[in-house]
């Protein structure tokens, strides 16, 4: 499986960007499909998941609720991060991710998915 995220770029603090990632996975509907982040100098964190066959519930850091929504379109094999309100600490590059067996108690971990993108810098200053 391969996955090509792209959106990335400079945006002001309050601005507004929108990730995308394209999966070569040919059960995409299955596959729980996540966004993680890294700082410069910290480790990668979870951001948000949207997962496939286990309902398409949704699930985002504290940090982000109420400003990013992850969305997914099964008929185009891609997931998008919609993120607004955007802060400096958002700053990071952002790798999305994906698994089709992922169980809820493993959402939030990095080592759970078995497949990365690249990976797509943010930066959020004025």
């Known amino acids: 499986v391969q996955l090509q995220a792209s959106g990335g770029g400079l945006v002001q603090p309050g601005g507004s960007l929108t990730l995308s990632c394209a999966s070569s996975a040919r059960a995409f509907s299955r596959f729980t499909m996540a966004w993680f982040r890294q700082a410069p100098g910290k480790e990668r964190e979870f951001v948000a998941a949207?997962?496939?066959?286990?309902?398409?519930?949704?699930h985002y850091t504290d940090a982000v609720k109420g400003r990013f929504t992850v969305s997914r379109d099964n008929t185009k094999n891609t997931v998008s991060l919609q993120m607004n309100n955007l802060k400096p600490e958002d700053t990071a590059v952002y790798y999305c991710a994906a698994d089709e067996r992922i169980i809820l108690s493993e959402l939030r971990r990095a080592s759970s998915y078995d497949y990365w993108g690249q990976g797509t810098l943010v930066t959020v200053s004025s």
């Open positions: 949207r997962r496939g066959s286990g309902g398409g519930t949704t």
